[in-house]
């Protein structure tokens, strides 16, 4: 089951947090990621732990797959999807990653 978070409820807490709610926020996102598209993936912390491993370049890759478990997820459910996969990657390379998380959540919301 993939629980419905406020996007701007999340954005608040992560910046109030210094980033500490990012990384809860980050872990979720992934395993609501594999919920909805019912695939077998990267678990959340297994992901955030390759991320802080590799310095943040897992984190990129990560962004992209993400992109794709959604609208595989999307296009299952019949929903218009686009390649969402190269927008959150372009955003977290301008230093954007929040924006990305909130666009993931945002769809995650709506396939849930």
């Known amino acids: 089951m993939v629980q419905q978070r406020n996007v ?16 809860y926020w980050f872990i ?7 919920t909805v598209s019912a695939t077998a993936g990267t678990s959340g912390g297994m992901a ?7 310095c943040g370049i897992y984190g990129l ?3 992209y797959k ?8 999307k296009q299952k459910k019949g929903m218009p999807s686009s390649n969402s996969g190269i927008l959150y990657l372009i955003l ?4 954007l990653g929040i924006i990305s998380y909130a666009l993931m959540q945002d769809s995650i ?3 849930a």
């Open 92 to 95: 977290a390379i301008f230093g």
């Open 28 to 34: 979720c996102l992934s395993n609501d990621a594999n």
């Open 66 to 73: 993400q992109g794709e478990k959604i609208d595989f997820a």
């Open 61 to 63: 890759y990560w962004m």
């Open 48 to 54: 955030f732990l390759l991320s802080l491993v590799t």
């Open 109 to 111: 919301n709506k396939l």
């Open 8 to 23: 701007a409820v999340c954005i608040i807490l992560s910046i109030v947090t210094c980033g500490i709610y990012g990384i």
